[in-house]
């Protein structure tokens, strides 16, 4: 059965940090693309940032450019997103998500697994 729980939310004031982690079992981490992806208030679930099975290579949400940072360590089955410059409107649920054929990097759909999510709050 594959899990994956996410851990690292909380509340924090806007220019602050927060780092989150997304610990996989029950798959092959090492094999699958890794994404995060978030849900603010009121709005649809967006994609956010992912990284490649290996960590070469990493792909980001424009508005996080710069400010996010995903990461992976595959000997501990975890990704991470490291997000600094934390503004109001990075207020969501974010979802880990695991995807192993036919993956489309910033695409919901092709990513089969979900974690239940984290809840981030900015105030400004």
């Known amino acids: 059965q594959v899990q994956l729980v996410e851990s690292g939310g909380g509340l924090v004031q806007a220019g602050g940090s927060l780092r989150l982690s997304c610990a996989a079992s029950?798959?092959?981490?090492?094999?699958?693309?890794m994404g995060w992806f978030r849900q603010a208030p009121g709005k649809e679930r967006e994609f956010a940032a992912a990284?490649?099975?290996?960590?070469?290579?990493?792909y980001y949400l424009d508005s996080v450019k710069g400010r996010f940072t995903i990461s992976r360590d595959n000997a501990k089955n975890t990704v991470y997103q490291q997000m600094n410059s934390l503004k109001s409107e990075d207020t969501a649920v974010y979802y880990c998500?695991?995807?192993?054929?036919?993956?489309?990097?910033?695409?919901?759909?092709?990513?089969?697994?979900w974690g239940q999510g984290t809840q981030v709050t900015v105030s400004s």
């Open positions: 990284i490649s099975s290996t960590g070469s290579r990493a």
């Open positions: 029950g798959l092959t981490f090492s094999t699958n693309l």
């Open positions: 998500a695991a995807c192993q054929f036919g993956c489309s990097w910033n695409s919901q759909a092709t990513y089969g697994y």
